[in-house]
């Protein structure tokens, strides 16, 4: 996880430096030419594909851990978890539970194995839910919308705003 954090920072660096360099070209700022377009692609390239590989592989060592913590829990604690197994991998992947089933499964594993909760509790949602696990939530769904909505929003509206009058349609 640490080594794609660093992954999306390099390639969060790439993807402004390359919105900077395309800005001062189609401004028709002195000094910018091909060479820094195509730099800047070659940079692009460099941390995108160690980004995506990275990335991929933090995912599936996450859930793979996620999983194995899950039936570990279950050693510690009785209690029914509130997700079926199946959930711990899916619930990444199938649209609107995928935005708080995670969070879900990693409270009740998170519960199920503190020392303080009893063996045989019937509920664990009963105990308190973890706050670092609701700063993580947070922070993930809100890297997510970043990503997804403001990045590429901003992005939209910069090229429309080099479009010429009467194109955007």
């Not at 933090?58 to 009785?78: K, Y």
């Not at 949602?125 to 706050?131: A, E, G, K, L, V």
């Not at 809100?142 to 010429?164: C, I, K, Q, S, Y």
């Amino acid at each position: 996880l640490g080594a794609s954090t660093v992954t999306h920072l390099l390639s969060t660096w790439s993807d402004w430096n390359t919105y900077s360099v395309v800005h001062r070209y189609l401004g028709g700022m002195p000094n910018v030419d091909d060479a820094d377009l195509n730099r800047a692609d070659a940079i692009a390239k460099v941390t995108a594909i160690p980004n995506v590989v990275i990335s991929v592989a933090a995912a599936v060592v996450f859930v793979v851990w996620l999983w194995r913590a899950r039936v570990n829990s279950e050693v510690f604690c009785q209690a029914d978890h509130r997700r079926s197994h199946g959930w711990v991998l899916a619930s990444w992947f199938v649209p609107g539970p995928n935005l708080w089933y995670p969070k879900q499964i990693v409270d009740d594993v998170w519960l199920a194995s503190d020392p303080k909760t009893p063996v045989y509790t019937d509920d664990l949602r009963r105990f308190r839910t973890p706050s670092l696990t609701s700063v993580w939530w947070i922070a993930w769904v809100g890297a997510l919308a970043f990503d997804v909505v403001v990045r590429r929003f901003l992005m939209w509206m910069e090229v429309l705003r080099w479009l010429p009058a009467g194109t955007a349609s």
